[in-house]
């Protein structure tokens, strides 16, 4: 009787070891690699200022373009990715 709970336990807790490292790890990992990314290619769209953007049909400035994307919390898409991918392998994903 001792050893069939003994086991019951065991096989209990590797099960939470597997799911943990399976599921519940990599989706926080992804999670924690989203917010790290949106923040530093913001942080690069910030430091890039208003010289990249061009006012087509606009009578806007590049400044206020620039204000109103960075107001909307605007970054480069290609940034994101990067960052995104760096992270995930940092992290052994």
């Known amino acids: 009787m001792k050893k069939g709970i003994a086991i019951t336990v065991l096989v209990t807790i590797l099960f939470c070891i ?3 490292w399976n599921s519940y790890r990599p989706s926080e990992i992804k999670k924690s690699c989203y917010r790290e990314a949106i923040a530093s ?3 690069k ?4 200022g208003p010289s990249n953007l061009v006012p087509i049909g606009s ?3 590049p400044r206020e373009i620039f204000d109103e994307k960075v107001g909307s919390g605007a970054y480069h898409n290609a940034d994101f ?3 995104y991918s760096k992270c995930l392998l940092k992290n052994g994903i």
């Open 59 to 61: 009578e806007k400035t």
């Open 45 to 48: 769209f910030i430091g890039e």
């Open 81 to 83: 990715e990067s960052y």
């Open 41 to 43: 290619a913001q942080e």
């Open 18 to 20: 597997l799911f943990y």
